[in-house]
């Protein structure tokens, strides 16, 4: 028997392909043969990643296809999958809702309200739906969706055992840094981080830096208003450090004092993971699956009040044992999301379902 | 200011959540922070200058639409050339900025009409919607 994945396409560094990468790596080990497949090929994953033109050749009814399901599909793929034979399954890693593009991209607004649709339409082609959240799983029972489940996003340490790049650690170690990791998307209020830090900056830590990494890609307009709001803020310890490589991103986590999300939407949240891997104690905007992916961990707050924001990173910066406190809470909820953790749930779905 | 109990959740045995309220507390009423509002309409403004004004939004057949200023802008303003390498990058930013002043000149009389009728198509529909509307 196969198991083969499938997604709209991968990219490096991002969470959703990664986690592809982790599930291939499973089922190879649990004796499966796995190939992945794309509709738009990506550049960076020569000998990796093959084109759904080539499926045809391992289709099956035997077979299982894990598609992965993150904003819409082509038209083609839709047909492609009401076609094939293959029992198919679908991780669902979310999609941003459409509001909060308005304004800002059309293409991402007709998209999200196209993959919204297909999600429904996919309910009646799929014979099963992983959520990676329990927070999606949710979205697909509102959906009509049946044989619901959670596989979490594996978080794998051996991704970070590289040297960080000493140009950013020249540049931000032993500085007051307050961090935020995530593509520029409106849907994660970086308005809000900017407040935050601004009454940060005002009131409670002069010293302190705003680092916000993060691919602008589709984003420029959202990218101008947020610089245009430092420059009115006068804020010029907001630093914008765009798509990072591997070893930069590891160096920023290992610069910084504290993670701050104001995010209002997130299916998973990978970084809250990275960021109890590195030491960093969170605090966040409780709004989607941030609570489920923190576990009983970090810090939470339920209202975007910046000023005391400001001063919850401050009284953690100034109590050592608070933060040290809250970090080895974090690294506890670390270990649900381990490799051999989430490779026991995914055989237990696998043995239930193919049962 | 006094925050409501519920605003934090932290959920660890040796922190006292409510001391931790407490504190914040009493640190927001010894400095004076800016008022929410004022911040509110800041963003709003800052908002309102680079992403523009929402036009008009309908709904047909089920799908919602809603069309902003910069929908029709097909003029990229918010174009930056920059750069991130210390040495390389000054030479880059200028050559691509040559090539952009030459393309810019050749495209933008026709980005902007084009602008122009978008804007046009837009005006007509939120008539066309109103007129629906009324009937």
């Known amino acids: 028997m196969q198991i083969h994945q499938f997604s709209a396409t991968v990219a490096y560094g991002d969470a959703a392909s990664n986690h592809i990468l982790s599930v291939q790596r499973m089922l190879r080990e649990l004796g499966y043969q796995s190939r992945i497949f794309c509709d738009l090929m990506p550049s960076h994953f020569e000998g990796q990643v093959e084109p759904i033109s080539r499926y045809a050749r391992y289709s099956s009814p035997d077979n299982l ?4 399901f993150a904003l819409s599909y082509s038209p083609v793929v839709m047909s492609w999958l009401r076609q094939i034979p293959d029992r198919k399954v679908m991780i669902y890693h979310n999609i941003t809702p459409d509001r909060f593009f308005e304004g800002i991209d059309l293409v991402m607004v007709k998209a999200a309200q196209t993959g919204r649709r297909q999600l429904g339409e996919l309910s009646a082609i799929m014979d099963a739906g992983w959520g ?7 979205e697909l029972e509102s959906l009509g969706w049946r044989n619901v489940d959670v596989l979490p996003i594996i978080f794998d340490p051996a991704r970070y055992q590289i040297r960080p790049a000493c140009r950013v650690l020249a540049r931000w170690k032993d500085k007051f840094n307050v ?3 995530g593509r520029i998307s409106p849907n994660k209020c970086f308005e809000d981080l900017i407040l935050t830090f601004y009454e940060l900056k005002r009131s ?37 450090a765009g798509h990072v490589t591997n070893s930069e991103l590891i160096a920023y986590y290992q610069c910084a004092d504290v993670y701050l999300s104001m995010s209002e939407h997130e299916g998973f949240c990978v970084p809250l993971l990275e960021s109890a891997y590195f030491g960093l104690p969170v605090v966040a905007y409780k709004a989607a699956a941030i609570p489920e992916t923190l576990g009983n961990s970090g810090i939470l707050f339920t209202r975007k009040d910046y000023a005391a924001v400001a001063e919850l990173i401050g009284l953690l910066a100034e ?3 608070w933060k040290e406190q809250i970090v080895a809470q974090q690294r506890e909820r670390l270990q ?11 055989q237990h779905l ?5 049962s | 200011m006094e925050i409501d109990r519920e605003w934090l959740e932290i959920r660890n045995e040796y922190i006292d959540g409510q001391a931790l309220i407490d504190e914040i507390e009493h640190r927001l009423k010894t400095r004076q922070s800016t008022d929410a509002a004022e911040l509110a309409e800041i963003v709003r403004g800052v908002r309102e200058r680079v992403i523009g004004l929402p036009l008009f939004k309908f709904t047909w057949e089920g799908e919602s639409f809603s069309f902003w200023e910069n929908d029709c802008d097909i003029v990229p303003h918010y174009y930056v050339i920059d750069w991130r390498m210390p040495i390389l990058g000054p ?11 030459e393309v810019k000149r050749y495209l933008l009389p026709a980005l902007t009409k084009q602008t122009h009728f978008n804007r046009q198509v837009v005006q007509v529909l939120d008539k066309i919607v109103q007129v629906q509307t009324r009937e």
């Open chain 1, 350 to 354: 696998l043995s239930q379902f193919l």
């Open chain 1, 336 to 346: 649900d999301f381990t490799y051999e953790r989430i490779k026991e749930q995914l």
């Open chain 1, 179 to 181: 961090l935020f990791v």
């Open chain 1, 319 to 321: 109590r050592v044992q």
């Open chain 2, 91 to 101: 030479i880059n930013a200028f050559i691509r900025r040559l090539i952009h002043a």
């Open chain 1, 204 to 240: 409670v830590r002069p010293d302190a830096n705003l680092l916000l990494v993060g691919a602008t890609s589709r984003m420029q307009l959202y990218m101008a208003f947020l610089r245009a709001l430092v420059e009115r803020l006068d804020l010029p310890d907001v630093f914008f």
């Open chain 1, 65 to 68: 296809l894990i598609c992965h």
């Open chain 1, 132 to 138: 990676v959240s329990a927070y999606n799983c949710a």
